[in-house]
């Protein structure tokens, strides 16, 4: 994913002198803060590192489609084993770049129908991978600042077709600010203000969007380390209602966003969850919640 909490945090080292996220019991961290970390990354890690991985952390992504850049989803059929080690569940769809909204209208598919389409494929996707009903899945809106009228047709039209199939909608997509004419926006904010006015005109009656906001800068995060705070230390005043998730460190670390932050990373700018051997299949992205099943919990 490519847009990728204060306290305690500290360089651990593996082997290979890597650094390393600071270990604690999920139990722990849901008694002392109620907060509820988690990780995600784009493709399936190792099934030999999934019992490290779940002493860090309460849940994991989980792609209905392949990522970003890739071809194929290398976390279908994983769900099983996941639900075996007790890990909660991220539910992610791979949404449409602009670029390729704009060259679908070039050749006359409209931008809602596409996302129409990609709602249901993504709600098939669920259930197909023994999902409950009614499950959260978010869409990743990868390009921040405010949405453009094709992504807003096509980002809304994919939300309603997720929920017509009985499933429950969300979004992941920049908290970072966008500098524009008057001030500034993030994606977060624009989709939850256009949100807000969708549910005053239609009185859908479905529940809330959830958006998983996408915030590596410091402050607020404090880079690699599992010392996060609640969801509630991203904003000031506290979390709107609409935060459900925070991704606040990315693998690769971002220097433009994360100049500020602590070095926590690994040498090679990663973060790795305690006992688990670096190396390209165990690199993580790391979120807080205020749940420990956030698309599964209701």
């Known amino acids: 994913m490519a847009w990728r909490l204060a306290g305690l945090w500290g360089v651990l080292s593996l082997a290979m002198a890597t650094a390393t996220i600071r270990a604690q019991t999920a ?174 005109a239609q009185s859908q009656g479905a529940a809330p969007l959830a958006i998983w906001v996408a915030d590596d800068a410091c402050p607020p995060s404090p880079g690699c380390t599992l010392a996060q705070p609640p969801l509630t230390a991203m904003f000031s005043p506290p979390a709107p209602s609409y935060t459900a998730v925070w991704q606040y460190a990315q693998s690769p670390r971002r220097n433009q966003f994360s100049e500020k932050c602590p070095k926590n990373d690994a040498p090679d700018g990663n973060c790795y969850a305690p006992g688990v051997a670096p190396s390209a299949n165990t690199f993580v992205d790391l979120d807080t919640a205020d749940s420990p099943d956030p698309s599964e919990a209701r």
């Not at 080690?85 to 931008?111: H, P, Q, T, Y």
């Not at 129409?116 to 197909?128: C, I, L």
Request: hydrophobic fraction near 40%.
């Open 27 to 200: 139990h722990g961290r849901a008694k002392a803060g109620h907060a509820y970390s988690g990780f995600d990354r784009n493709d399936y890690p190792v099934d030999a590192a999934l019992a490290a991985l779940r002493k860090s952390f309460n849940y994991t992504s989980y792609w209905l489609s392949p990522p970003p850049g890739e071809t194929r989803n290398t976390w279908a059929g994983k769900r099983a084993i996941l639900k075996q080690f007790g890990f909660g569940f991220l539910l992610l769809f791979n949404g449409r770049s602009d670029a390729e909204l704009k060259d679908a209208a070039r050749k006359g598919e409209a931008a809602n129908a596409m996302g129409a389409a990609d709602g249901k494929v993504a709600a098939a996707a669920a259930a197909r991978e023994g999902f409950p009903a009614h499950v959260l899945i978010f869409l990743d809106q990868e390009e921040g600042g405010r949405l453009l009228p094709e992504q807003a047709a096509y980002v809304f039209a994919w939300i309603d077709a997720v929920r017509a199939a009985g499933e429950r909608a969300g979004v992941y997509c920049s908290g970072i600010p966008v500098q524009e004419s008057g001030g500034s926006i993030t994606t977060a904010e624009d989709i939850a203000t256009r949100e807000a006015t969708r549910e005053s």
